[in-house]
């Protein structure tokens, strides 16, 4: 009975540290559930990647003021049956913040979607096959500038005949 | 089973406390700057040699019986370079007194690339290039940006994460000029640590008496 004790105490003070970490440590940047997209064999299909910065928070467009200021970009690692044909980012939006403002940085800030067209070759078979990528940014909040982060962008895309 | 109630009760409240504390470290972030007074009050800032902007090898140890202020930061840090010609100036008016600025470039860029933004900001302080060891010995610094003032007997007076206001860091340094660790008093840090020891070493010897 003692051990379980010990073990239960154990487990929750794990988990009321790890939730703890979660609210000083979270990624700024999450990605709306994209569920499995269905195409046709020899189409292309635009899917479009819903995204949510944390108030407070605004990162860099993919198209910042600076060559110096780090860039959102989405990067995939596709399979042979699926390619990505293009990816639209949308502008950004140009902001002056409390650190500096006289200058204008272009960023997305609140909700954001970045279209990706993606093709299948005609001769494909039927099948799911994994699309795996990332999105690199960088965000800032009104005081501060948080390092290079990446968070993983990942969805099902399923091939009809 | 009374014992074992007591236990998740306790259990309960610390984790309302970690909860408590991740919130507030989450709130303090948002609204400005993180002020960590406390926690490293007194420590001896970790020594380090890190390659200049022009190639030479600079030991933080080598300005013992200075005040430096140490200030880590990167190029993509827009909030950075608001508060990089207030340390030029506060050099050059401080300098006389004792300060040392020392600039940290956390940044992948081209020492070149370095330079040339410093260069432009008016920065004639000596610019270091960053590792991810001195940011690990530093307590692994993420945000941007973190300045460490340290007191001319090489222990920290002071950490400042984000953008301060330009009076505030002035009065810090201030502070940092006039505060001198092992010539005084024991640093809190420093007291309570001994005194933690002094506690395991008597609960050690009892222990082996029984």
Known sequence: MKRVTVLVAAALLL??????????????????????????????????????????????????????????????????????????????????????????????????????????????????????????????????????????????????? | MKRNALVFVALFVAILAMLASGKYLDRTRKHGAIKLVGNVQGVPAPDFTLQSLDGSNVKLSDFRGKAVLLNFWATWCPPCKVEMPWFEDLQKQYAKDGLVVLGVAMDDSEPATIAKFASELGVNYQVLLGTDKVSDDYGDVQYLPTTFYIGRDGAIVDKMTGLLDRKEIEETVKKTLNTNYRSSSVPQNQAKAEAKAVAVKDFAAKDAAR
């Open chain 1, 15 to 161: 988990a009321g540290w790890a939730l703890a970490q979660g609210f000083s440590d979270k990624p700024p940047v999450v990605l709306a559930p994209v569920g499995t997209v269905q195409m046709r064999a020899g189409a292309s299909k635009e899917v479009s990647l819903d995204f949510r910065i944390g108030s407070e928070f605004h990162i860099n467009s993919h198209t910042p003021k600076s060559p110096l200021l780090i860039p959102t970009v989405l990067k995939f690692t596709v399979p042979e049956q699926v390619s990505v044909a293009d990816v639209k980012y949308p502008a950004g939006q140009d902001m002056s913040f409390p650190f500096s403002p006289d200058e204008k940085l272009s960023v997305y800030s609140g909700d954001f979607s970045i279209s990706t067209v993606l093709k299948t070759p005609a001769n494909v078979s039927a099948g799911t096959y994994p699309v795996k990528g990332e999105m690199r940014f960088q965000a800032c909040d009104h005081s501060a500038c948080y390092p290079p982060r990446t968070i993983p962008v990942q969805f099902q895309v399923t091939v009809v005949k």
